[in-house]
């Protein structure tokens, strides 16, 4: 027979059990979509006619841009499409705090920034940076600027992982454009 104190260190331990289950991380529980690909082409580049370029970086190509960037490389495989006016539209991805951010980019013929549009974010906190006024600062940008969080762009409380994975993404990307696909 069981004694009272027995029954309660049993009780005790499934409260426990049960507490950490609901405690244990659970997939995406949050995610928003703001637009598709099809739609991203067309805030960003309007009616510009464009073209899919496959494109595998080399090892030398990325190696080229880490060093130029100072930012990994994570994918050698990158979702471009050429306009006819030689400007570059690209999905790409970047880490937020836990969850991947999907994020389009418009570069110009000269590898500036036209623009950018956040696609799907996940995470549940930080999402200003979506906001166009946030997206605004990296107009114009370049890979002649050496772009950093609290100078050039402005930081989001809350969002400070999602603010800088962006900018380095973006950072990454002008290097693309000027390591690769200015040469195509």
Same mark, same amino acid.
């Given at each position: 027979?069981?004694?009272?104190?027995?029954?309660?260190?049993?009780?005790?331990?499934?409260?426990?059990?049960?507490?950490?289950?609901?405690?244990?991380?659970?997939?995406?529980?949050?995610?928003?979509?703001?637009?598709?690909?099809? !739609?991203?082409?067309?805030?960003?580049?309007?009616?510009?006619?464009?073209?899919?370029?496959?494109?595998?970086?080399?090892?030398?190509?990325?190696?080229?841009?880490?060093?130029?960037?100072?930012? #990994? $490389?994570?994918?050698?495989?990158?979702?471009?499409?050429?306009?006819?006016?030689?400007? #570059?539209?690209?999905?790409? !991805?970047? $880490?937020?705090?836990?969850?991947?951010?999907?994020?389009?980019?418009?570069?110009?013929?000269?590898?500036?920034?036209?623009?950018?549009?956040?696609?799907?974010?996940?995470?549940?906190?930080?999402?200003?940076?979506?906001?166009?006024?946030?997206?605004?600062?990296?107009?114009?940008?370049?890979?002649?600027?050496?772009? !950093?969080?609290?100078?050039?762009?402005?930081?989001?409380?809350?969002?400070?992982?999602?603010?800088?994975?962006?900018?380095?993404?973006?950072?990454?990307? $002008?290097?693309? #454009?000027?390591?690769?696909?200015?040469?195509?």
């Amino acid at each position: 027979m069981m004694s009272g104190i027995n029954k309660v260190k049993k009780f005790f331990i499934k409260v426990v059990a049960f507490i950490g289950l609901a405690l244990l991380p659970v997939g995406h529980l949050y995610a928003e979509v703001f637009m598709n690909t099809e !739609q991203a082409k067309e805030v960003l580049w309007q009616a510009t006619a464009m073209s899919p370029v496959a494109l595998v970086l080399t090892n030398d190509q990325m190696d080229a841009i880490e060093d130029a960037s100072g930012i #990994w $490389v994570g994918n050698e495989n990158l979702k471009a499409w050429k306009t006819e006016t030689g400007g #570059w539209f690209i999905i790409d !991805q970047v $880490v937020g705090k836990h969850e991947m951010i999907d994020l389009a980019v418009a570069l110009t013929n000269e590898g500036k920034v036209k623009g950018i549009e956040v696609l799907q974010y996940r995470e549940a906190y930080g999402s200003g940076v979506k906001h166009p006024k946030w997206l605004a600062q990296f107009l114009g940008k370049d890979h002649t600027e050496h772009l !950093q969080l609290g100078n050039q762009i402005h930081n989001l409380s809350g969002g400070t992982l999602s603010s800088r994975h962006i900018m380095e993404g973006v950072t990454r990307l $002008v290097h693309t #454009w000027n390591q690769v696909l200015r040469h195509l």
